[in-house]
């Protein structure tokens, strides 16, 4: 008979194998090419938001209840290490992806992206003005300290 944990997947894993797909789309040559970098981006968000919320979650289970047993079998201190590996394979993956398949497309249709060592004085001095200009009057320093830490979702 099958042990539960036999029967489900690591949930953090399953949400990386998901973003996996999502990749997956950005190298879809059938896709539109704009749409194809959205893909690309929405991996980026969930990898940020993944982080935040679900390996934050395994950082705190793994300190608060290190020898809790997760629905896959695992402790949060295996998961965070099989989580470790999976998403530094993912992000390697994504700026294949982004280097080699996204970059020369977007090139051959005259969308290039700089380095800002690549920049004319011009586009630096258009940059400055538009972060005084645009960026700065709206940004609002928030002070962080042990009983203001930063936000968690």
């Given at each position: 008979?099958?042990q539960?944990?036999?029967?489900?997947?690591?949930?953090?894993?399953?949400?990386?194998?998901?973003?996996?797909?999502?990749?997956?789309?950005?190298e879809?040559?059938?896709?539109?090419?704009?749409?194809?970098?959205?893909?690309?981006?929405?991996?980026?968000?969930?990898l940020?938001?993944?982080?935040?919320?679900?390996?934050?979650?395994?950082?705190?289970?793994?300190?608060?209840?290190?020898?809790?047993?997760l629905?896959?079998?695992?402790?949060?201190?295996?998961?965070?290490?099989?989580?470790?590996?999976?998403?530094?394979?993912?992000?390697?993956?994504?700026?294949?992806?982004?280097?080699?398949?996204?970059?020369?497309?977007?090139?051959?249709?005259?969308?290039?992206?700089?380095?800002?060592?690549?920049?004319?004085?011009?586009?630096q001095?258009?940059?400055?003005?538009?972060?005084?200009?645009?960026?700065?009057?709206?940004?609002?320093?928030?002070?962080?300290?042990?009983?203001?830490?930063?936000?968690?979702?």
């Open positions: 008979m099958s539960p944990q036999d029967l489900l997947l690591n949930r953090e894993l399953g949400l990386i194998e998901f973003n996996r797909r999502v990749l997956a789309q950005a879809d040559p059938d896709l539109p090419l704009l749409e194809r970098l959205k893909f690309l981006c929405i991996v980026s968000s969930n940020d938001e993944f982080f935040e919320v679900r390996v934050a979650w395994l950082q705190d289970a793994a300190h608060a209840t290190p020898d809790r047993i629905a896959d079998g695992s402790t949060p201190e295996q998961a965070l290490a099989k989580v470790s590996r999976a998403s530094h394979q993912l992000v390697r993956e994504q700026y294949a992806v982004m280097s080699e398949v996204l970059f020369p497309a977007l090139r051959e249709q005259g969308i290039v992206f700089l380095r800002r060592s690549e920049w004319t004085e011009q586009q001095e258009w940059v400055k003005n538009y972060f005084f200009r645009e960026l700065m009057p709206i940004l609002t320093p928030i002070g962080l300290d042990p009983s203001h830490p930063s936000p968690r979702y």
